[in-house]
């Protein structure tokens, strides 16, 4: 599927690039002089329209549109902005063509150019609308050195949004990556963005969360910042969310009802605007069903008393997913509450989205909650993710994509009344603006966004081109990195456009961001090769290693795996990545390291992990310290032979790393990645570790890093999520043999899990996985006698799911 999606990417740039080199330009308007008219009703939203189209080309061009009285048919240069209901009220040839187009609904608008009198007309359905058009003429302008040109004077356009609900979650914590250090201009800025792309909702997080209601980035406290969402929320027409979960362990407890509904209050009667409330049933919170439905019936009451028309949204989210807690979960839902608004499809929801659909009553809306700022660990994890960038890039790099994001969005859309994305900061920017668009119309092409972002944020010179690096940041990702020309000519694409930009690109946040990612993957695809490089030279130095140069073998071959962070490759490519961090951090105050940025851990700091080791040289050198410590020779070389024999399943005998390429062919899979993206019936590639003690670790003080003394391919696994069985197959087994599994269990999650043959002949009972990373076990001859043989993997009701990462089959006989 990656394959295939991948060529069909490079055969639309190909056509893209034939189809703006041969058609001829279109017809253009020049607006450079333009006046502004507005025709709509006194009110504070029509007026909003107008100032953002006022200032984002001011911004732009160091023009002020200015605005006029009245309007004529006389070919006067002009920008009109008008609500439907005052359509009447224009010339008449701005009637004809509005009338041609065709009609509009809530939040809609219509967009027009008339090349006889020099015109652009903006109409929105309603106020709302107004402003959306107004996004999408800034979108298709060419803003840029005293100059406003409209590119197409016979443009017409009339579009209004598929989907109801629009928006994205902006929490000011320090768990975000960035928001924690907006100022409350740049909050109102970025939002204002996200509505040129036709958001209208913005959900937002009371100062009480899982996390802190303090960081030392914060401009203004907790409170005041809610307060000031709302507030610009408001100002742009949009709707406020707001994501609140429940903390306390007993909400039948008197007291902690009291203090709940109290701290609630409070947040309510700040904020000026609250069209809803968003309660996740976990991740965070651990209620039970009743005690959870009861207890958001008794919230409702102080919601309702400042925002009467507020409804309560819930999801199923739950780290204990058994049966009763979902039949419990639904039959509340389907109770029809009157404060129930409806319920949300998020990460770690257990159920498929068809199968929600199908057991609450139709009438009742489901919202969305996509997981857009993580790549690993979540609910869409970068299919089949090469090691190098799940130890570099991590769980929340900057991490553009685009076409990912339109499949995933597409896959689950139909099912739900429109989404409102998880995000944990900027690093998502662009993700946000793709599903700002699907969710305005699922049919919108992903290369038209991506000119939009470019045109609108980098300029418009960049427009195709910075397409196209977005694009190339996102194939980056797709399948082993090692030999991966993409990467270096993505890096030149970006490149060149650095060196072209002018001061105010080279200030703009999202152009770093493109920027850092590129010289990020570079020095990532560079170190790969160096490393896997200097790793063989090391093996073969063992290999050639005898009885009476065995200790000069082992010396020289440490040194040369230590020279990978010794003897650094590229070290100007490393530089420049921290350049652009710093950069990063006085534009939007992004926190791309812990000891410089003030970056809470795990959560976006990737430049930390830029020298994190690309191959086994950690665990290799700890090996070699072993054997150098042994006093005889031969006891060395035997070791030796041991470790440079390490996935040697001997004669007859199979050895696969599950999550590799080579070895995926073995798992059993229900459903492919383009028809579960989200893997809640079919196996994914997972990472991470998690093992007992500290002497599986150790520091490298030259990279500054904490790495496991472990195998690399133990940081990544072929994962099953919840209760669905993990399935492996062999084939081509030698019948009537004998064999003897080795298997490692690595990773994050701390299930029980059980392993089988075929027929349920049972290999081993529940083992809790972390306790130890390597087992052994005879398999039963019944299970291999016909050469074929078909393990499966389970978990105990309500965990987690499984991981597996390596199997050797090892013959016995």
Not at 91 to 107: G, V
Request: aromatic share 10%; charged share 25%; glycine share 8%.
């Amino acid at each position: 599927m990656v394959r295939l999606q991948s060529f069909a990417t490079l055969a639309g740039r190909v056509f893209l690039f034939l189809l703006l080199t041969t058609v001829p330009t279109l017809a253009q308007l020049d607006l450079s002089q333009a006046k502004l008219y507005l025709s709509a009703p006194e009110g504070p939203l029509p007026a909003r329209a107008r100032q953002v189209l006022v200032e984002e080309v001011s911004a732009r061009t160091g023009l002020t549109f200015r605005s006029v009285s009245k309007v004529s048919a006389k070919g006067d240069n002009l920008v009109i902005l008008a609500l439907e209901e005052n359509v009447s009220s224009l010339p008449k040839p701005f009637q004809a063509q509005y009338a041609a187009l065709p009609e509009i609904r809530k939040d809609g608008f219509k967009l027009f150019a008339n090349r006889e009198l020099k015109t652009v007309v903006i109409v929105g359905k309603d106020a709302r609308g107004l402003l959306y058009g107004v996004g999408r003429f800034l979108r298709k302008a060419e803003l840029s050195g005293g100059k406003v040109i409209f590119p197409d004077a016979g443009f017409a356009l009339a579009t209004s949004p598929a989907y109801p609900i629009r928006g994205h979650q902006l929490g000011y914590r320090p768990k975000t990556n960035s928001y924690d250090a907006f100022t409350v201009a740049q909050f109102d800025q970025y939002i204002r963005e996200l509505a040129l792309f036709g958001a209208n909702s913005i959900e937002i997080l009371p100062p009480n969360t899982d996390d802190d209601a303090t960081s030392r980035h914060m401009k203004v406290p907790a409170l005041e910042m809610v307060k000031e969402q709302s507030r610009i929320s408001q100002s742009y027409g949009l709707d406020v969310w707001m994501w609140y979960p429940n903390l306390e362990k007993n909400y039948s407890d008197p007291e902690t009802i009291r203090k709940g509904l109290a701290e609630r209050e409070e947040v309510f009667r700040s904020v000026s605007k609250l069209n809803a409330l968003f309660a996740p049933g976990g991740d965070p919170g651990d209620l039970e069903p009743d005690e959870l439905f009861k207890w958001m019936g008794q919230v409702a009451v102080a919601l309702q008393k400042y925002h009467p028309e507020a409804k309560i949204w819930i999801s199923p989210q739950s780290f204990r997913p058994d049966k009763p807690w979902f039949d419990a979960f639904f039959d509340h839902v389907n109770k029809g509450y009157p404060w129930l608004g409806g319920i949300v499809f998020g990460p770690w929801v257990k159920v498929p989205i068809e199968e929600i659909r199908a057991r609450v009553k139709p009438g009742i809306p489901i919202r969305n909650y996509p997981d857009i700022t993580h790549s690993l660990a979540c609910q869409y994890p970068v299919p089949d993710w090469d090691k190098a960038w799940a130890v570099t890039l991590g769980r929340e790099a900057v991490n553009p994509r685009p076409y990912d994001q339109k499949h995933f969005h597409n896959a689950v859309a139909p099912y739900c009344t429109g989404s409102i994305s998880y995000s944990e900061g900027t690093n998502d920017d662009l993700n946000k603006f793709i599903w700002s668009d699907q969710d305005w119309d699922p049919k919108t092409d992903v290369t038209e966004t991506l000119m939009d972002y470019s045109r609108l944020f980098f300029g418009p010179q960049f427009a195709y081109r910075g397409a196209e690096g977005l694009k190339g940041l996102e194939e980056n990702s797709r399948g082993n990195l090692l030999g991966k020309v993409t990467v270096a000519q993505t890096f030149r694409q970006w490149q060149a456009m650095e060196k072209e930009a002018d001061n105010r690109t080279l200030a703009q946040a999202r152009f770093q961001m493109g920027l850092i990612r590129a010289y990020f993957d570079h020095y990532t695809a560079e170190r790969l090769v160096y490393e896997t490089e200097l790793q063989r030279r090391a093996i073969e130095k063992l290999e050639g290693a005898t009885r009476g140069d065995v200790d000069r073998a082992v010396t020289e071959a440490a040194a040369i795996l230590e020279s990978a962070w010794k003897s650094p490759v590229r070290p100007e490519l490393r530089k420049r990545c921290f350049d652009l961090a710093d950069s990063l951090y006085r534009s939007i105050g992004a926190q791309l390291t812990v000891s410089k940025h003030g970056a809470m851990p795990g959560r976006g700091n990737f430049i930390d992990n830029i020298q994190f080791p690309l191959n086994d040289a950690p665990w290799l050198l700890a090996q070699l310290e072993r054997i150098s410590a042994l006093s005889q020779a031969e006891a060395k070389l035997k070791e030796i032979r041991l470790l440079t024999a390490r996935t040697d399943p001997g004669p007859g005998g199979f050895y696969d790393h599950l999550a590799s390429p080579e070895s995926r062919h073995r798992i059993v899979a229900n459903a492919s990645w383009a028809e579960d993206p989200g893997s809640l019936r079919s196996p994914r590639t997972g990472f991470g570790l998690s093992l007992p003690g500290t002497e599986w670790y150790k520091t490298i003080p030259e990279i500054g890093a904490r790495v496991p003394l472990v195998p690399a391919n133990w940081n990544n696994q072929i994962e099953v999520l919840y209760d669905n069985p993990l399935k492996v197959r062999y084939d081509n087994l030698e019948k009537n043999a004998r064999y003897r599994m080795r298997v490692v269990y690595t990773g994050r999650f701390k299930s029980h899990i059980k392993l089988v043959g075929d027929g349920g002949v049972r290999i081993h009972d529940a083992i809790k996985v972390g306790e130890q990373p390597v087992y052994e076990f005879d398999i039963p001859a019944e299970v291999t006698r016909d050469g074929k043989a078909e393990f499966t993997w389970t978990c105990e009701t309500a965990e987690r799911g499984v991981q597996v990462a390596e199997i050797w089959l090892l013959k016995t006989n």
